[in-house]
């Protein structure tokens, strides 16, 4: 049998929803009608390393683009996706074709056509007087997450065009994998 030779690349939680900040979420591990579209179609998958957790672990809060930008955010985000840069690299050189780059839109991390942004998310908790009023300040702008950011600039450094694909959860039962995919 020939292998496909295809491989797309998935943030992290797509296939682990435990990786996730605390709280409700829409899958409970995987996010089936997009795993099993790539499964259908015989790609390889490369799951990203996830930021946040190995960031800040389990215990941390729901985060904005803002609190993430910043260069010690940056440079971890670069430490995890070296090896996948020479994954990438490595299997371009053998001609296998990376289709897909597929991240979290609305993420603050991976979102590639929007992430959430705030600037006035930030300080002592405990001092916050209204919550509503914070989560008032929060836009979805047309804006990459830090993560995504970072390895769309490392591709280009090293002259490599991969499509990115961002994937709303939300909508996930309205996407036309065959046209996507
Ligand atoms: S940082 Fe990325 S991989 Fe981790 S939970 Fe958030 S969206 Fe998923």
Redesign the pocket.
């Known amino acids: 049998m020939e292998k496909s030779r295809n491989i797309c690349i998935l ?3 797509f296939i682990n929803a435990n ?2 900040v605390e709280g409700p979420c829409r899958y409970k591990g995987v996010l089936k009608p997009l795993t099993y579209a790539l499964i259908e179609r015989d790609y390889g998958i490369i799951q ?1 390393p ?4 190995t960031f800040y672990g389990m215990r941390r809060w729901g985060h904005v683009r803002n609190q993430f930008d910043n260069p010690y955010f940056r440079n971890h985000c670069r430490k995890l996706l070296n090896p996948i840069i020479l994954q990438i690299k490595e299997y371009i050189a053998n001609d296998y074709k990376i289709k897909y780059i597929i991240g ?1 839109n609305g ?1 603050p ?2 979102g590639i056509d929007v992430s959430c942004v705030s600037n006035t998310w930030k300080g002592e908790i405990t001092k916050i007087e209204s919550i509503d009023t914070l989560k008032r300040d929060i836009t979805y702008d047309k804006v990459p997450g830090i ?1 995504m950011d970072e390895f769309m600039k490392m591709l280009k450094e090293e002259n490599i065009e991969i499509d990115f694909l961002g994937i709303n959860e939300k909508d996930i039962d309205n996407y036309d994998f065959d046209k996507l995919l």
């Open positions: 943030a992290h939680c990786s996730k990203l996830c930021p946040e957790l979290v993420s991390s991976c993560y």
